[in-house]
């Protein structure tokens, strides 16, 4: 639809004729009547769980299974309805004769990727409330740990997750034009990556840059945030949390927007955090911090950085020395220069890094102390 006939459409008063003008000339548009906004839905296993154990709610709703019958036949959910994807030309256009648009509508497969696929085709034909079940019955079945009335509930092969490697390809291909859309399809951008991930890929196999590069160009962060609190909560996921996490800071740091990096950075430190802060991350951000004349920021990594073991490179060391100099502390840019070089020394000892740290210690109090004179 032209842009500007759709804005029309969407602003116009029901029955009231007016007029708008596009690059096809001028138009008069009438909207006749109107339907409630659809809605889909992520809905996580517990929360599912608990409804599917109220009797009512089968009564209330549809429960769709869109895997292939030989998937079902290893392990399925009882009062799901199958309408295996590759028959979707068979069942497909009489979907509103077999199902009510009007009811809740819960879609399921193995691991969340092609439900939500159908759940956005049913979207699109008018069903008004529409959920996506996260992470498909393997996360379902895998939450049985935690609630154990879920092994009675289903049965799972011991097998891991995976994608084939054709779902990876349409996913890579797919991604990119989802998160460069004129229209806000981030949302479901981030539903199909996080539900990719949750299948734990290898690392290499998805192409997370344009992803991490649109969630920064968020004015926010509760879209970066709620990924990162995704894959903390899965388990399964957790190699991806890390360098999520990584490029998540990185592209801050890029896009000079250092206080979200250091949201970032600070979640990855919590205590019980499955995140491991990787000296590429301390790396960019003390450069990052020392670029944007943030030095005292950058003194407080790099002394979690060394408190890590980790030394800086001599590239960075002469930045972190160079903006001392341009803070006219030339003093502590000289010491702490001479005491990164000692930590260099070949065999030196723990008590180099001990000095180093409690070097740092002392920079940055004092640092703080200036500021509140």
């Not at 309408?83 to 509508?105: A, N």
């Not at 990096?261 to 802060?277: D, N």
Request: with cysteine; charged share 20%.
């Amino acid at each position: 639809m032209v842009p500007e006939f759709e804005e029309a459409a969407f602003t116009a008063p029901l029955n009231k004729v007016v007029r708008c003008k596009t690059q096809f000339g001028w138009h008069l548009l009438q909207v006749l009547s109107e339907r409630e906004e659809c809605v889909l839905r992520e809905i996580q296993p517990k929360d599912f769980h608990v409804k599917f154990q109220d009797p009512t709610f089968l009564e209330e709703v549809q429960l769709i299974d869109v895997r292939e019958p030989d998937e079902v036949a290893k392990a399925s959910l009882p009062s799901f309805e199958v309408f295996p994807l590759r028959q979707f030309g068979t069942w497909g256009p009489e979907i509103t004769t077999k199902l009510d648009p009007q009811k809740d509508t819960y879609v399921m497969c193995h691991h969340g990727m092609r439900s939500l696929q159908v759940a956005k085709w049913l979207q699109s034909q008018g069903f008004q409330r529409v959920f996506n079940l996260a992470g498909g019955i393997h996360a379902y079945a895998t939450t049985r740990s935690t609630v154990p009335a879920l092994a009675a509930t289903v049965t799972f092969p011991d097998e891991k997750p995976t994608l084939t490697d054709e779902e990876i390809t349409k996913i890579n291909l797919l991604i990119p034009r989802l998160c460069l859309s004129n229209t806000n399809h981030l949302p479901t951008a981030i539903q199909l990556m996080t539900t990719a991930l949750l299948t734990n890929p290898p690392l290499q196999s998805l192409s997370l840059s344009i992803f991490i590069h649109s969630l920064t160009s968020e004015p926010d962060m509760a879209k970066p945030m709620s990924v990162l609190t995704v894959l903390r909560h899965n388990p399964s996921a957790h190699a991806h949390l890390s360098p999520t996490a990584s490029m998540l800071v990185s592209s801050y740091m890029r896009r000079k927007r250092p206080k979200e990096a250091l949201k970032v950075y600070h979640w990855m430190l919590r205590p019980g955090s499955a995140c491991k802060v990787g000296k590429d991350v301390y790396g960019v951000l003390v450069y990052g911090f020392c670029n944007l004349g943030l030095v005292l920021d950058s003194l407080k990594v790099l002394r979690d950085m060394v408190d890590e073991g980790l030394l800086p490179g001599n590239g960075l060391r002469r930045i972190v020395k160079r903006s001392l100099l341009w803070e006219a502390r030339v003093c502590e840019a000289v010491e702490l220069d001479t005491a990164l070089s000692a930590c260099y020394t070949e065999g030196a000892a723990g008590e180099f890094y001990t000095k180093l740290l409690n070097l740092l210690d002392s920079l940055i109090g004092n640092w703080r102390e200036q500021e509140k004179e």
